[in-house]
């Protein structure tokens, strides 16, 4: 924290964060969003929301349920914070091919932050999902609500970031427009946001089938990790390839 | 609301239901809070959100005071021996125009904020969406209010609880394959 300029507790500085007053382009650049204390907070409210997934096994009874509720809260933050791990050095390097001028702990910092408004906005989110779990027996009411709750929170998060790298762009380019002279060819950071959502997307779909279970299906035993087998994209496309066979034999 | 059981226990509906009717207001209203403090803040609101929960809180005293204004009409049908359809009816009436009178105080007082950003529409239709998904569990698991006849009065129903959205679906799917 030495290199950190503002000395607030750390609910204060995730309250800035949030408010996006630690997202400036200065700000990004000077690494107000250090990883060692937005880090903790990812874990922290990652295992919030995590223990509201968990709420369904408990409230079904099942057993081990409490220990799946220990489970859930280290394997959502760590899907999160894994699936940065594995994409990292591909986001960095596409990060500095398309000349978006950030360093590697400033990408770093970048996504880390984002990670945890992602997650905060889950948490937030959770009392809603915690009152349907006590209520509800369905497994697909309670995968579909996990769904929407945690995609608002990731279209809320992804905005946040588009945000930023505009504003990180829009100060690149009126300091190259600065030295030049006159207006310099502009750079696009779109490109490279969307291949960073596509990449994280990717990643993340499959560590979270590595993960699973998360909610606990009723009819199946809770452990910590199912065996593997498969993948995320093989799964959908069986699922999708198995509906369309059933549609063809229905006619 | 309550009032048509003709036992012994009766008047106990009036008192459960008028536990329950601010019980399930203030709940909803505590489950959505959260995310919509947070939602506003990351979309760069949070300056504007002393005005928007006064819009949020006086939508719902405008809600609360239509409906206690229109209790005694409620009253009165019940008094002139209105079936428990009829209680239905009238409750859903009524309940229809307090809705229609909070929303609009909600949108009066929301409009100012409009004109300001257009991001408060979102929030607007998050509070609306999240409140009214909420708020139909909470009175399906809250229930009854009215009361059945012949049913001995309680504050929950003697059933463990379900889902209202997956007993609906569950309705529809049922009808669909009947016909």
């Not at chain 2, 359809?85 to 309940?95: E, P, S, V």
Request: charged share 10%; proline share 4%; aromatic share 12%.
């Amino acid at each position: 924290m030495t290199n950190v300029p503002f000395r607030a507790g750390a609910i204060v500085a995730l309250d800035e964060l949030l408010r996006g007053k630690l997202t400036d382009a200065k700000q990004v650049r000077m690494g107000m969003t250090p990883v060692r204390l937005f880090g903790p907070w990812a874990l922290l409210l990652g295992a919030t929301y995590g223990s509201f997934i968990a709420w369904y096994a408990i409230a079904g009874g099942a057993a081990n349920a409490w220990w799946h509720l220990l489970y859930v809260m280290v394997k959502l933050p760590a899907l999160f914070l894994l699936t940065l791990f594995v994409t990292f050095p591909s986001l960095y390097v596409f990060n500095a091919l398309m000349g978006c001028g950030l360093g590697f702990r400033a990408t770093l910092r970048l996504l880390v932050a984002t990670i945890v408004v992602n997650l905060a906005l889950a948490a937030s989110l959770g009392p809603i999902l915690a009152f349907f779990t006590v209520s509800t027996s369905s497994y697909t009411f309670i995968v579909l609500l996990n769904v929407a709750l945690l995609g608002l929170a990731g279209m809320v998060s992804i905005a946040f970031l588009l945000r930023t790298l505009m504003k990180l762009q829009e100060s690149e380019q009126t300091e190259l427009d600065a030295a030049h002279g006159e207006a310099a060819s502009r750079r696009s950071v779109t490109g490279m946001f969307f291949i960073w959502i596509i990449t994280y997307a990717l990643v993340g779909s499959q560590m979270g089938w590595l993960l699973r279970p998360f909610i606990g299906h009723p009819g199946q035993e809770l452990t910590f990790l199912r065996p593997r087998s498969g993948s995320f994209v093989e799964s959908v496309w069986n699922a999708t390839a198995g509906q369309a066979k059933l549609q063809s034999v229905g006619r | 609301m309550g009032g048509l059981d003709p036992s012994a226990e009766r008047l106990l509906y009036p008192v459960y239901s008028a536990l329950k009717m601010p019980l399930m207001i203030f709940a909803t209203s505590i489950m959505c809070l959260p995310g919509y403090f947070a939602l506003s803040t990351v979309l760069g609101l949070r300056n504007d959100l002393r005005a928007a929960l006064r819009a949020i809180v006086s939508s719902q005293a405008a809600f609360a005071a239509v409906l206690a204004s229109l209790a005694p009409m409620t009253a009165f049908i019940y008094a002139n021996g209105a079936s428990h359809r009829a209680a239905l009816l009238t409750n859903g009436g009524m309940f229809c125009i307090a809705t229609l009178a909070a929303q609009s105080i909600l949108w009066r007082r929301y409009r100012p904020l409009l004109t300001r950003s257009s991001r408060h529409a979102f929030m607007l239709a998050f509070w609306l969406v999240s409140y009214v998904f909420v708020g139909i569990q909470m009175g399906w698991m809250l229930r009854p209010f009215i009361g059945t006849p012949g049913v001995a009065p309680s504050f929950f129903r003697g059933e463990p609880f379900s889902n209202a959205y997956v007993v609906v679906w569950g309705l529809v799917t049922g009808a669909l394959g009947r016909s």
